[in-house]
């Protein structure tokens, strides 16, 4: 099941940044050529998309806001594929859109009247 941070989603899918060498460029005036410094792995932010449904618009607020606490912390992320990730540093968290549904099969929701997407920006970290 899809999930970050611990909160299962529908869907969770995006570009997960993987990490590489880092290198810093050294030159000096009066010096012919450019050396590099290896300065470790490191990894460019990226986002992700998250769908889950919830009972009504009091939930969607409460997750929201339990999104909105995983700020600044690491963890784990579990794609709709099954792929795991740990130490994943969430940088953001955004609701992108909340819609009301009639019926919906097969999610999360004993009886969900709502579907939230949101964008997360994440950083892996190692």
């Excluded at 570009?15 to 460019?44: N, Y």
């Amino acid at each position: 099941m899809a999930s970050i941070g611990g909160y299962s989603m529908i869907f969770v899918s995006g570009p997960v940044g993987r990490p590489g060498m880092a290198t810093e460029r050294i030159e000096r005036p009066g010096v012919d050529g450019t050396a590099f410094r290896e300065q470790g792995l490191r990894c460019e932010p990226f986002m992700m998309t998250s769908i889950v449904d919830l009972d009504d618009a009091a939930d969607v607020a409460a997750e929201l806001d339990l999104y909105a606490a995983l700020k600044g912390t690491l963890v784990t992320v579990i794609d709709d594929h099954g792929s795991t990730w740990t130490n994943v540093m969430v940088l953001d968290v955004q609701p992108v859109e909340t819609k009301t549904i009639g019926v919906s099969a097969g999610g999360l929701a004993t009886t969900p009247t709502k579907l939230v997407t949101a964008r997360w920006t994440l950083q892996a970290t190692e």
